[in-house]
């Protein structure tokens, strides 16, 4: 019974983050200049090329990922992927909200659903960074949560 609800539950956190995965690289590659523009106002100390090639690599890891992720193949280095992927994640929306950068995470377009940027307070809390940085903090959780039961199922 244990077992199950465990099996259930890895099942319903990789479609989850397979799922919030694809989303995201989609959202990226519908708007690559506003994604690039986002990654910009983190004002990290990187060069310019990098912050470039980070724009145009990332939302295509992104999508491979999830898709590995959802179809349950290579599980395990989809899932290292992801786990360093979120890290970075992390360190980057944990130091804008340090610096009290007001900006939004890049992460996920909500326009999908019809939502425009500017029409709520909720809207603008779900996009801020303080926010972004604890739902990476989940999504980080859940990464090594699958990737410790993968490791443990070989």
């Known amino acids: 019974m244990a ?3 465990i099996d259930n539950g890895k099942t319903v956190v990789r479609v989850v983050l397979g799922s919030l995965l694809l989303w995201a690289a989609v959202s990226k590659t519908a708007n690559p200049t506003e994604f690039l523009a986002a990654i910009y106002a983190y004002q990290l100390p990187l060069p310019r090329t990098l912050l470039q090639l980070v724009a145009m690599i990332l939302p295509w890891t992104e999508l491979i990922c999830g898709f590995l992720l959802l179809m ?4 395990e280095s989809a899932l290292v992927c992801i786990c360093a992927l979120m890290l970075v994640f992390l360190i980057a929306t944990g130091q804008a909200w340090v610096r009290g950068l007001t900006i939004s995470c890049g992460c996920f377009d909500l326009r999908i659903f019809g939502v425009q ?9 779900v996009e801020s960074v303080g926010f972004a940085f604890f739902r990476n903090l989940v999504l980080t959780a859940m990464a090594f949560f699958l990737l410790n039961r993968a490791s443990r199922a070989t």
């Open 3 to 5: 077992l199950s609800v």
């Open 72 to 75: 349950e193949k290579w599980t």
């Open 117 to 125: 940027q500017s029409e709520s307070a909720l809207i603008k809390f």
